[in-house]
């Protein structure tokens, strides 16, 4: 993972720099904060990664003299009987639309993405 954290790292750079120019010359709020909010959320991504690659170390793709066969005994497994993404994005749309609407709506939104996100984390291991 370090290859992508790497890269969520220059993205997260490039938002913090190009915010700090921007909020610099420009009195534009909308701009800044969507700048602002870029910035965070490459920088979450990019905390996210560099933590998984601090535990689990290298991978067989971040060296440039991998076999293909090194990867083999890895395994990742998503079950397509899975209601937590519908239920995560359903709730985030509830949430998203509460910010128009609301908010009465966004806690709705909170209130189905909650199990949703608990699905995700907590999901059941049917491999084992």
């Known amino acids: 993972m370090k290859a992508e954290a790497w890269l969520f790292s220059g993205v997260a750079v490039f938002f913090a720099v190009t915010g700090g120019v921007y909020a610099a010359f420009s009195s534009d709020p909308a701009g800044v904060a969507a700048l602002?909010?870029?910035f965070l959320m490459s920088a979450l991504v990019a905390a996210f990664l560099w933590r998984q690659y601090g535990r689990g170390g290298r991978r067989p793709e971040d060296t440039?003299?991998?076999?293909?066969?090194?990867g083999g005994d890895r395994r990742f497994s998503f079950p397509a009987s899975s209601f937590a993404p519908v239920t995560a994005a359903?709730?985030?749309a509830l949430m998203g639309i509460g910010a128009v609407q609301g908010l009465w709506l966004v806690l709705i939104g909170?209130?189905?993405?909650?199990p949703g996100l608990y699905g995700f984390v907590f999901r059941p291991d049917r491999d084992a």
């Open 36 to 38: 602002s909010v870029s």
């Open 64 to 70: 440039t003299d991998a076999e293909i066969r090194a």
């Open 90 to 92: 359903t709730g985030t």
């Open 110 to 114: 909170a209130g189905v993405v909650i």
